[in-house]
């Protein structure tokens, strides 16, 4: 059963604590810049979005990678970058439709979520609990429910 990362932006304070354990895990230190899950501001709306991969059904970064520097692992599903391979090239950087990808500032290649092995840092250190690594039917499921709650039934 494939699982991915779920944001509930509405849970949410923005802390940044995700970007910062992202990081830690990935960089050995505490820097949002080297995260692979970014937190988008809305100030206007009271409002924080974690932004980390979809995990798409077609992940068009991979299709255009070049060189297949970005592939998926057989055993967990996490996307994996082959840092040996990648040219920094920003193909798969100007194709992601969330903006999940990003070069890193200092090698000059892609980060992208490798959801940590199968067991994503980021999930267990949100203290508001806006993100969740579920089973994806039970992230669409969630949703629709919401959705019918938020229709007028009467």
């Given at each position: ?74 055993i967990t599903g996490a996307a994996k970058v082959a840092a040996d391979i ?69």
């Amino acid at each position: 059963m494939e699982r991915g990362i779920t944001v509930i932006p509405q849970l949410c304070t923005g802390c940044e604590q995700c970007a910062l354990t992202c990081s830690f895990v990935h960089e050995s230190v505490y820097a949002p810049s080297l995260s692979r899950v970014k937190v988008v501001k809305f100030a206007d709306k009271c409002l924080n979005v974690p932004v980390t991969c979809a995990y798409c059904e077609q992940p068009v970064c991979e299709e255009v990678c070049p060189v297949q520097a970005i592939t998926h692992d057989p055993i967990t599903g996490a996307a994996k970058v082959a840092a040996d391979i990648c040219l920094g090239c920003k193909e798969c950087v100007n194709a992601c439709p969330l903006g999940a990808i990003e070069l890193h500032p200092q090698k000059g290649i892609a980060m992208r979520c490798d959801l940590c092995g199968g067991d994503p840092s980021c999930v267990k250190q949100c203290p508001a609990g806006a993100l969740r690594y579920e089973p994806l039917e039970h992230a669409v499921s969630e949703k629709r429910r919401a959705r019918v709650v938020g229709w007028n039934l009467e």
